[in-house]
């Protein structure tokens, strides 16, 4: 890895929170512009800040790589990602939503037995569920994001610092804020440039750092052409990790909404489970494989070269 990435692994994993991410983003900047690489903020202001940073020309860039730069709050339990095992996928969510629910409703039905009346009661069980909510989102910050998302954070400026310049014109990189509060950042980025952006293939690394199984999920409009699936698919060949492109897979992260996007993540086996991603959102998320991040650019720099191809 780059000095660089190196001290963003030592010293700004946490990036959450209006300072640390202005931190952050000073010390990219800055550093990438030692490297001829300029970085601009592209702020929008709603119920939360947001602070996308872009680098290059999205007009001219025949490819947009993404990946969010926001960290998570700490949590009790993994985030279990399932791309390609659906029923696992749909029964998390559900243990998820029990989790929030039976609190509630049990701090209802406690308000019922001391002799709330029942508006008060569902009141309380109410604020319950917004107060859990809130801290699942706003809680204390996770101090160990190695793979969410700092991964996809270095891939991105280790490719730009490895990349010809002769090469960089060909691509613009943006890293989204706010992913972690309901992909406010690539929605707002979407928007803003929704008409560069409807046939321009955006390509998003998120957990990239742990596993040994490359996933490549493409939507329809990236499957649609059949050119780009097959360069894609020749760029990132059986090596280091093991590659699945795969055509039914349910990744939610920042290329939902766009017109033509591939989701880039590292899958490990797990017994009963298939290919997940663990770990992630709890302080167990430590684990950021260097042949990971080797493989990647080296595959980014192979799709976005095509002469060379």
């Not at 020749?234 to 017109?259: C, E, H, K, N």
Request: with cysteine; net charge positive.
């Amino acid at each position: 890895m780059t000095p660089l990435c190196e001290a963003i692994v030592r010293d700004y994993q946490v990036r959450k929170g209006r300072a640390r991410k202005a931190a952050f983003r000073a010390l990219v900047k800055s550093e990438m512009r030692k490297e001829g690489v300029l970085f601009r903020e592209e702020r929008a202001k709603g119920l939360v800040e947001n602070v996308n940073l872009v680098c290059g020309n999205l007009a001219k860039a025949e490819y947009v790589l993404g990946a969010h730069y926001d960290t998570c709050a700490a949590l009790p339990f993994p985030n279990l990602v399932a791309p390609l095992n659906w029923p696992l996928s749909i029964l998390f969510q559900l243990c998820l939503a029990a989790m929030l629910i039976l609190p509630c409703a049990l701090c209802a039905a406690l308000a019922r037995r001391l002799g709330a009346p029942v508006g008060l009661a569902a009141a309380l069980g109410a604020a319950c569920a917004v107060f859990l909510s809130a801290l699942m989102i706003a809680g204390k910050a996770n101090r160990h994001t190695l793979n969410d998302n700092t991964s996809g954070v270095v891939a991105l400026l280790t490719l730009l610092s490895r990349m010809p310049r002769e090469q960089r014109g060909r691509v613009a990189v943006v890293l989204f804020d706010n992913e972690e509060v309901g992909l406010i950042g690539s929605t707002l980025f979407r928007k803003r440039h929704a008409r560069v952006m409807a046939d321009k293939p955006l390509v998003n690394l998120d957990c990239v750092g742990d596993g040994d199984m490359l996933l490549l999920a493409p939507n329809k409009g990236y499957r649609a052409d059949e050119e780009l699936c097959a360069r894609t698919q020749a760029a990132f060949p059986a090596g280091a990790l093991a590659p699945v492109f795969a055509r039914r897979a349910f990744y939610p992260s920042d290329q939902w909404g766009f017109p033509k996007a591939l989701a880039v993540a590292t899958l490990k086996r797990r017994r009963f489970f298939g290919a997940v991603i663990d770990r992630i959102h709890t302080r167990r998320d430590t684990i950021l494989e260097k042949k990971n991040i080797e493989y990647i650019v080296e595959g980014l720099l192979r799709l976005t070269d095509h002469e060379n191809a």
